[in-house]
């Protein structure tokens, strides 16, 4: 018998923008920013739609972040094109 995984995370890719402000974050900004990049991986719908885009806003006021993504077709690639912490 096999054991029993997870839901499938889609791949993760973070555009420029959102590279050049990951470099500013402390190394606690990034540890709270990676949580939230790893619950947007396992459900890419968590974030809010932004009106008239392909878009979502995920805001995480627990931990401070937030993180502007959009998820291709086939759900299976989540860009970031903006994250805060």
């Known amino acids: 018998m096999s054991p029993e995984q997870g839901p499938r ?6 555009v420029e923008p ?6 500013k974050l402390t190394a606690a ?3 709270r920013l990676d949580r939230a990049i790893v619950a947007i991986s396992v459900n890419p719908g968590l974030g809010t ?3 008239s885009t392909l878009l ?12 502007i ?17």
């Not at 995370?9 to 973070?14: E, G, I, P, T």
């Not at 959102?18 to 470099?23: E, G, N, T, W």
Request: negative net charge; glycine residues 2%.
């Open 9 to 14: 995370r889609s791949q993760v890719v973070l």
């Open 18 to 23: 959102a590279l050049s402000q990951l470099a």
């Open 29 to 31: 900004e990034t540890h």
């Open 49 to 51: 739609p932004v009106p």
């Open 56 to 67: 979502r806003d995920y805001v995480d006021d627990v931990d401070g972040v937030r993180v």
């Open 69 to 85: 993504y959009y998820v291709t077709a086939l759900r299976q690639i989540t860009i970031v094109a903006y994250v805060e912490a």
